[in-house]
Antibody, heavy 120, light 107 residues
Framework: QLQLQESGPGLVKPSETLSLTCTVA??????????WGWIRQPPGKGLEWIGSVYYSGSTYYNPSLKSRVTISIDTSKNQFSLKLSSVPAADTAVYFC????????????WGQGTLVTVSS | DIQMTQSPSSLSASVGDRVTITCRAS??????LVWYQQKPGKAPKLLIYAASSLQSGVPSRFSGSGSGTDFTLTISSLQPEDFATYHC?????????FGQGTKLEIK
């Protein structure tokens, strides 16, 4: 059974960098069938795709966040990571990592999500 | 970006009811439409992909239809565990975008 688990600080100060890691268990992150992605959900609001990464290191970002986002992958640790720089309070959200099935591009497995609050 | 609009935003229904939720895309997305169910404090759960393909393990009372710009999610006979928020997502092109969600509540 595939499991994804987000980890990282739950509180980040404004203007600093938000950093999260997603650890994948139960399957290799190097599978050619899947990409890996980050999605966020501000409290009481809808879902927003942040970006995705392939095992080769290829990345795709939401243009609305592209200037501040870096997603990387570490196949040796079966992990992928998110960095979001210069965060304002509006980046407060639950951050989910998920597996993205290629070809039809749906997120089939999700982590439980982690709340990141941006506040001084 | 492709805009996704769901209707209604909220819906009250009773156990056993047949319910339909609509999702409209701002341009044609052929059949690249995904439906998720989300319960409070939980991650979204995949229900349907490619507009009408039921994810393994999802009850057959859930069905999806549509193509182009207009799509529907139908629950044929509501069960107590179906009260949740439902999201659509276009997977036609990046940036992937979601509808605002439809909250299904008990009447």
């Amino acid at each position: 059974q595939l499991q994804l688990q987000e980890s990282g600080p739950g509180l980040v100060k404004p203007s600093e960098t938000l950093s999260l890691t997603c650890t994948v268990a139960g399957d290799s992150i190097s599978s050619s069938t899947y990409y890996w992605g980050w999605i966020r959900q501000p409290p009481g609001k809808g879902l927003e795709w942040i970006g995705s990464v392939y095992y080769s290191g290829s990345t795709y970002y939401n243009p609305s966040l592209k200037s501040r986002v870096t997603i990387s992958i570490d196949t040796s640790k079966n992990q992928f990571s998110l960095k979001l720089s210069s965060v304002p309070a509006a980046d407060t959200a639950v951050y989910f990592c998920a597996r993205l099935h290629s070809n039809t591009w749906y997120f089939d497995y999700w982590g439980q999500g982690t709340l990141v609050t941006v506040s001084s | 970006d492709i805009q996704m609009t769901q209707s209604p935003s909220s819906l009250s229904a009773s156990v056993g009811d047949r319910v339909t939720i609509t999702c409209r895309a701002s341009q044609s997305i052929t059949n690249y439409l995904v439906w998720y169910q989300q319960k409070p404090g939980k991650a979204p759960k995949l229900l349907i992909y490619a507009a009408s393909s039921l994810q393994s393990g999802v009850p057959s009372r859930f069905s999806g239809s549509g193509s182009g710009t207009d799509f529907t999610l139908t629950i044929s006979s509501l069960q107590p565990e179906d009260f949740a928020t439902y999201h659509c997502q276009q997977s036609y092109r990046t940036p992937y975008t979601f509808g605002q969600g439809t909250k299904l509540e008990i009447k």
